[in-house]
């Protein structure tokens, strides 16, 4: 069975399709509600303000059948705006209504202390196990590129962070939805492992 990819004119789609397809996945880049309700598992990739991205979800009316999918317990992974969209609300252009498959907010980089946006390497804390993760080097880097972040107050979900004069939340994931803030597929040797491992989540 496919991974759909989802197409909502705000993702990075070549790089993530490259990099699924390395790991093993078969994959599809879609927005038909057919194929994503008959794919296996589905990933939600995104570059871009929060504002568009809802608009397009919402317009292509994928915002509610990704939730259906998620509450049938089908696996979502989300990607750095993709990530960001699995929470309730952006503070991006104000206040934005998102998904709302895990609890809390999106907000702006302290103003005035940090270079933003903030685009770089920077190394993984894990704070609890789980097998995307399992097996890395010590010291794993991954490539970030973004403006806005969860806020880490509820860290229930929060699987690894990075420190970026803040605490950015960068893996997070409860039951069948899984995030990244940064980029796996842009990440080198770390990011394809953890693509390995992701694809293996996928499928099961």
């Given at each position: 069975?496919?991974?759909?990819?989802?197409?909502?004119?705000?993702?990075?789609?070549?790089?993530?399709?490259?990099?699924?397809?390395?790991?093993?996945?078969?994959?599809?880049?879609?927005?038909?509600?057919?194929?994503?309700?008959?794919?296996?598992?589905?990933?939600?990739?995104?570059?871009?303000?929060?504002?568009?991205?809802?608009?397009?979800?919402?317009?292509?009316?994928?915002?509610?059948?990704?939730?259906?999918?998620?509450?049938?317990?089908?696996?979502?992974?989300?990607?750095?705006?993709?990530?960001?969209?699995?929470?309730?609300?952006?503070?991006?252009?104000?206040?934005?209504?998102?998904?709302?498959?895990?609890?809390?907010?999106?907000?702006?980089?302290?103003?005035?202390?940090?270079?933003?946006?903030?685009?770089?390497?920077?190394?993984?804390?894990?704070?609890?196990?789980?097998?995307?993760?399992?097996?890395?080097?010590?010291?794993?880097?991954?490539?970030?590129?973004?403006?806005?972040?969860?806020?880490?107050?509820?860290?229930?979900?929060?699987?690894?962070?990075?420190d970026y004069g803040v605490t950015v939340p960068a893996v997070v994931g409860k039951d069948n939805v899984l995030g990244f803030q940064f980029h796996p597929e842009k990440s080198g040797s770390v990011g394809m492992a953890i693509w390995d491992r992701l694809?293996?989540?996928?499928?099961?």
């Amino acid at each position: 069975m496919k991974t759909a990819i989802i197409d909502y004119d705000a993702g990075n789609l070549a790089n993530v399709v490259r990099a699924a397809e390395r790991a093993g996945l078969s994959v599809e880049v879609t927005r038909n509600p057919e194929v994503i309700r008959s794919a296996k598992s589905l990933i939600l990739p995104g570059v871009g303000a929060m504002k568009d991205a809802m608009e397009h979800l919402d317009g292509y009316g994928l915002s509610g059948l990704i939730r259906e999918e998620v509450k049938n317990g089908k696996k979502l992974a989300g990607i750095c705006l993709g990530m960001q969209a699995l929470y309730e609300v952006s503070e991006e252009n104000g206040h934005i209504p998102a998904l709302g498959l895990l609890p809390g907010r999106i907000v702006h980089f302290p103003e005035g202390k940090l270079k933003v946006p903030h685009m770089g390497w920077n190394e993984l804390v894990i704070h609890r196990p789980h097998e995307v993760l399992e097996g890395l080097p010590l010291h794993s880097y991954v490539y970030f590129v973004h403006s806005y972040y969860k806020t880490p107050g509820d860290t229930e979900d929060v699987i690894a962070s990075a420190d970026y004069g803040v605490t950015v939340p960068a893996v997070v994931g409860k039951d069948n939805v899984l995030g990244f803030q940064f980029h796996p597929e842009k990440s080198g040797s770390v990011g394809m492992a953890i693509w390995d491992r992701l694809a293996k989540w996928l499928m099961k």
